[in-house]
């Protein structure tokens, strides 16, 4: 089958359509330096567009602004305002949500069909979500001890100030979502640094969230160099709070950062997860939901499920069932209608997945199937083949470091206290799955694993209502839900005396 392996003119022309600025106090313009950086099409490795590279003077100038617009306009709009242009955002969104899953797609590589139903399917939900959130966040009325005399207590939920939010490239418009919906819904404005890699949706959504009608430097966004843009954001003085998404090695420079400034950190990091397929099972839906869990965004994604467990007696059929279909897959440029995988972000990920596979073989696994880059016509891109290693020890490195990338480290157990045990050894902690029928015995199993998620009989679900973050090395703080809105807030005590 001959694929098609470069974008078309029309979703070309949507990333000439772009401003390639930053974003500061509601204008449009340049680096101070004039720096810029290329964003490149990592299925073809050609440039897509040149982005203005913003550093410490833009980071400090987007920072004043959000402040400005804090102090003059956001924090005194009532919630039902916010709440208004949050919903308006959201309806913006899924106006052009096809446009914005081609940017997705020719930023990250991704499937379109993954870009459009599952990154983009949940964006609109989350704004929308947080839209509502507005007006319910409130403080509470608190009971006098009589040791006191006669008092009134109330307390406040009041916004930090300025957020600056930190974003990776794998899912950069969801996780955008999930840092701007409940920051801006609990009354904060916002310092946007999206990843270097991927710039260009964050970028469209500068433009929408101006057409929303969002007073001027409520949201700013500086694209730039991580080490200079991203480092500059999270030290930054005058941020109240550093939202960030990425690797555990850049979370904690991160919350290094904040050390002088003392500014709250939330940090949702790597992982390592554990996807446990019991005897019991529906093997075929655990097989279907265990290659959904390793191989979406070309297993770019901080919850992968990149360990996986099953039980002696069914291994060797499941092995050859996923081997099965992890080589019908089909690679591609992810705007091609018969792709189903992508290629990974860079070539920098796809060499760095190819040195773990080396050296899970040289400690004794066994490649099963993949391991590999493509040839022909997809070697100008950054493809690497979906690949399953099995005889894989809980000691070696593809079992205990994070690979980002389509490759399952797949082993045995006969014991499923020991299993756990084993799941749990693991210096991450972001999310876990069981398959099994026997539900108590998987409520057993979620209640022992150290997980932030755990999935039984599905892997990767999410929803706006639903927290996700990470124990351990995993990081700290939520995503989503209530949980997530209350993080952007500061808890007030009044006390009035009545005496």
């Known amino acids: ?27 449009w313009v340049e680096a101070q330096s004039g720096a810029t950086f290329d964003t490149v099409d990592p299925a073809t490795g050609e440039m897509l567009a040149s982005v203005a590279a913003g550093a410490r003077a833009d980071v400090d100038a987007a920072v004043k602004a959000a402040r400005q617009a804090y102090d003059e306009v956001w924090k005194g709009l009532s919630p039902a305002a916010r709440g208004r242009l949050l919903i308006r955002l959201a309806e ?19 499937p379109l069909t993954e870009s459009l139903y599952v990154d983009m399917s949940i964006v609109g939900d989350v704004y929308r979500y947080f839209g509502g959130w507005a007006t319910k966040i409130c403080g509470q009325t608190l009971p006098a001890s009589p040791s006191v005399g006669s008092a ?19 899912f950069p418009m969801t996780l955008t979502a999930l840092k701007l919906g409940p920051a801006l819904a609990a009354g904060n404005t916002v310092v946007l640094k999206p990843a270097e890699q991927t710039p260009l949706t964050a970028l469209r959504l500068g433009e929408l969230v101006i057409e929303a009608g969002f007073p001027d430097g409520v949201l700013n966004i500086v694209t ?52 446990i397929i019991l005897a019991d099972a529906d093997l075929d839906a655990a097989v279907q939901g265990a290659l959904w869990g390793i191989f979406l965004n070309q297993g770019q994604i901080c919850c992968a499920g990149s360990r996986l467990y099953v039980e002696g007696s069914v291994h060797d059929e499941v092995v050859e069932r996923m081997a099965e279909h992890a080589e019908d897959l089909v690679l591609g440029h992810g ?7 992508g290629p990974l972000v860079s070539a920098v990920q796809r060499d760095r997945v190819h040195r773990y596979v080396e050296s899970g073989v040289a400690e004794g696994a066994t490649c099963r199937t993949g391991g590999q880059a493509p040839g022909g016509d997809l070697a100008g891109g950054y493809f690497y083949r979906p690949t399953l290693l099995t005889g894989v020890r809980d000691d070696m490195r593809v079992a205990r470091e994070e690979i980002f990338g389509p490759v399952l480290s797949v082993m045995s157990f006969d014991d499923v206290d020991d299993v756990v045990r084993r799941a749990n050894a693991s210096n991450y902690g972001l999310a876990a799955g069981i398959w099994t029928r026997d539900l108590g015995k998987a409520h057993r199993i979620a209640h022992e694993l150290e997980a932030g998620t755990v999935w039984v009989n599905t892997y990767n679900m999410f929803d ?4 996700f973050g990470g124990y351990k090395d995993s990081g700290f703080g939520r995503d989503l839900g209530e949980d997530a809105v209350l993080a952007y807030t500061q808890n007030k005590t009044v006390w009035i005396n009545l005496d």
């Open 1 to 27: 089958m001959a694929l098609e392996t470069r974008p078309r003119r029309a979703e070309l022309d949507l990333v000439d359509r772009l401003p390639h600025c930053l974003l500061i106090g509601g204008k």
């Open 224 to 275: 730039g160099l991580g080490h200079e843009a991203g480092a500059a954001l999270a030290e930054h003085p005058g941020v109240n709070k550093v939202a960030f998404t990425g690797s555990t090695s850049v979370g904690r420079q991160v919350l290094a950062a904040s050390v002088p400034n003392l500014h709250p950190v939330q940090l949702e990091l790597g992982g390592k997860s554990p996807n």
């Open 464 to 467: 706006p209502t639903a927290p």
């Open 335 to 341: 705007l091609d209608p018969d792709t189903q995988m």
């Open 92 to 110: 913006l969104i899924e106006e052009n949500v096809e446009e914005l899953a081609a940017l997705e797609t020719l930023d990250v590589g991704k």
């Open 152 to 170: 009134f207590i109330y307390t406040r939920r009041e916004p930090l100030g300025v957020v600056g939010a930190i974003v990776p490239w794998n």
